[in-house]
């Protein structure tokens, strides 16, 4: 199975690995796992940290791409069937967060499992989300 990871997920991987679950965890270190992050995740992280919601210490985004790829985690694009069909993703009033819902579409677009601690994201199992913390 494949894994994609959350925007949170990525940057507790790279910097505060005791805030993940022993399960995240185990499949992020999992030699036979392929893990990925997704653009939407850099772009994400890019537009709160020009906003100033978000401060990252020890690296420079702009090195996040290496970063990711030394790490032994794949990046994947945003493609065209996920964004003209990312409209059937239900809009739930209780999480409408773009950048997650992205995710999440990717995720059951992709047939991957997700790695989120987002208590929200539960919402979508019942649309083929597989959530996983």
Avoid at 78 to 96: I, K, T
Wanted: proline content about 2%.
């Amino acid at each position: 199975m494949s894994y994609l990871m959350d925007t949170h997920v990525l940057l507790w991987f790279l910097m505060s690995t005791e805030k993940l679950s022993d399960r995240a965890l185990e499949v992020l270190t999992d030699a036979h796992t392929d893990v990925y992050v997704s653009t939407v995740s850099f772009w994400e992280l890019s537009l709160k940290h020009a906003l100033g919601k978000l401060s990252i210490e020890g690296f420079e985004l702009d090195d996040l791409e290496e970063i990711v790829c030394e790490a032994g985690v794949g990046i994947i694009g945003l493609n065209e069937r996920e964004s003209s069909s990312f409209h059937r993703l239900p809009l739930h009033a209780a999480h409408r967060d773009p950048f997650d819902r992205m995710l999440i579409w990717q995720a059951i677009k992709r047939d991957m499992g997700l790695l989120s601690n987002d208590q929200h994201f539960a919402l979508y199992r019942s649309y083929g989300l597989r959530l996983v913390w």
